[in-house]
């Protein structure tokens, strides 16, 4: 499942707010869908998932814990795209404009597993006396888990800690 998460969570967070200019969770989504290759168990170890937003953005997300996929995230648009190398732990960014022209490349700081910026928003939130992050609300990781919950149902996939 984590898997799926990092890639819908992905989504949710880059297409509804990096194109948008929105929070989400008001990310307005008119249709959400996937499929998913399942284990004899029942696990999902493959997925595509296709969500579409009101004014037309469509995003793309597929995981797998059957193979070594490539990890890249990519942001199009009308006035060119963003590239990151390692949606998971990116170690650089590449921004390319119109006709994907190269425009520049955005070097990250060197982390060892890509957690690094939520270990800090965590602990920043504390320092803060906050009882959640900035950066990812609770009310967002509620929203990208009933996002997963719901492809699962579809899908018929059930973990053991599901509810009925």
């Known amino acids: 499942?984590?898997?799926?998460?990092?890639?819908t969570g992905w989504i949710a967070e880059k297409a509804a707010i990096t194109l948008n200019g929105?929070?989400?969770?008001?990310?307005?989504?008119?249709?959400?869908?996937?499929?998913?290759?399942?284990?004899?168990?029942g696990m999902d170890l493959t997925n595509a998932i296709t969500i579409i937003l009101k004014d037309g953005i469509l995003a793309n997300v597929q995981s797998s814990a059957q193979c070594v996929g490539d990890n890249?995230?990519?942001?199009?648009?009308?006035?060119?795209?963003?590239?990151?190398?390692?949606?998971?732990?990116?170690?650089?960014?590449?921004?390319?404009?119109?006709?994907?022209?190269?425009?520049?490349?955005?070097?990250v700081p060197q982390q060892i597993t890509g957690y690094e910026y939520q270990f800090l928003a965590c602990?920043?939130?504390?320092?803060?006396?906050?009882?959640?992050?900035?950066?990812?609300?609770?009310?967002?990781?509620?929203?990208?888990?009933?996002?997963m919950d719901g492809l699962r149902r579809k899908w018929s996939v059930h973990y053991p800690m599901d509810e009925e």
Do not use: W
């Open 123 to 147: 602990r920043q939130a504390l320092l803060d006396g906050l009882t959640e992050p900035r950066e990812m609300p609770h009310a967002e990781t509620l929203y990208i888990m009933q996002l």
């Open 72 to 107: 890249i995230g990519v942001i199009a648009g009308t006035e060119g795209n963003i590239i990151i190398d390692n949606i998971n732990n990116p170690q650089t960014i590449t921004v390319n404009g119109p006709n994907r022209t190269f425009v520049e490349t955005i070097h």
């Open 22 to 41: 929105l929070d989400c969770c008001d990310a307005d989504i008119t249709m959400l869908d996937g499929f998913a290759v399942k284990s004899d168990t």
């Open 1 to 7: 499942m984590k898997v799926g998460i990092i890639g």
